[in-house]
């Protein structure tokens, strides 16, 4: 019999059909450790129905919500859902380095899990050097 | 400069209002006309939060008719915003929009609400408070993105 799964879980929440294509991403490199995000869109849904949904999949146990744009509907109503909750974190500005450390490292405490993601996430964006 | 758009959008400040009319309007400010969020400081933190290169007000709707004048005659440029139709119509009340532009944003499907464009959903008593606010000298329209064609407010209401 397998252990329950006590490992932090992911959501991403973005515009469109960006956070069903980044999660399929995370699933063609890294494989089942996919299944701990879950993809949402902002799509045809207004500003309290997004809230809802969010709500509803967020559930109870430690989540990290990974947002596009922080002015965007969806990182506002990441905001808001989390806001009373101490486990329920939100990270915006995903990026799928991002998402791919954080399927192998959910075993981390929350705030300290959060921090690495933010610093994982920039240090991938670069311009390398390339000899031309 | 003065207030540079005057737009409906459920969502308020979001992407398509920061990044698409944002880039092309460069507001100093926006300013948020809603009472219900005039009087909540941790929404308003949310908001903010989401803009901090720009300053941000909310004001209640009756301050907001008070100050229509300081804002038209301000050199920064100001995006007016509100929630949903009747705010606006309030703000136009006695003909306070008349000649002004209104653009009408997102509003997204719910109950009683029928679509009328793919970003528009509107009920029985929004369509009534767009007759009201075009009857006070309002030129309303549809539009979501600057880029995008615009909707003449006679075309939207024909059933």
């Avoid at chain 1, 980044?22 to 450790?33: Q, T």
């Avoid at chain 2, 008070?66 to 705010?87: K, N």
């Avoid at chain 2, 029985?124 to 880029?147: F, I, K, M, N, W």
């Amino acid at each position: 019999m397998s252990s329950p799964d006590t490992g932090v879980r992911g959501v991403v929440l973005a515009h469109g059909p960006m956070a069903r294509a980044m999660v399929d991403a995370v699933r063609r490199i890294a494989g089942d450790k996919a299944d701990a995000l879950v993809p949402l869109s902002n799509d045809q849904k207004s500003p309290d129905g997004l809230k809802e949904e969010l709500d509803r999949t967020l559930g109870d146990g430690s989540v990290v919500v990974f947002t596009d744009l922080q002015s965007g509907s969806c990182g506002m109503a990441a905001l808001a859902t989390c806001r009373d909750a101490g486990r329920r974190l939100v990270v915006c500005g995903v990026n799928l380095p991002m998402l791919l450390d954080f399927v192998f490292h959910r075993d981390l405490p929350l705030d300290e899990l959060a921090d690495r993601l933010v610093e994982r996430g920039k240090a991938s964006i670069t311009r390398p050097a390339v000899r031309r | 400069m003065g207030i540079v758009l005057f737009r409906i959008d459920e969502r308020l400040i979001h992407g398509q209002v920061v990044i698409g009319w944002g880039h092309e309007l460069r507001p100093h400010r926006y300013v948020l006309v809603d009472d219900e969020l005039a009087a909540s400081d941790w929404e308003q933190d949310l908001y903010r939060l989401a803009v901090v290169d720009t300053e941000v007000e909310f004001v209640e709707v009756e301050a907001a008719r008070a100050r229509l004048q300081e804002w038209r005659d301000d050199s920064r440029r100001s995006i007016v915003l509100t929630r949903d139709v009747a705010t606006m119509r309030r703000l136009g009340e006695g003909g306070l929009l008349a000649g002004e532009k209104v653009n009408l944003g997102g509003i997204h499907h719910g109950p009683g609400r029928t679509e009328v464009l793919r970003y528009l959903h509107l009920t029985a008593e929004d369509r009534a408070d767009l007759t009201a606010l075009a009857e006070d000298g309002a030129h309303v329209s549809a539009r979501d993105l600057p880029d995008a064609p615009g909707v003449a407010l006679a075309s939207l209401l024909d059933d």
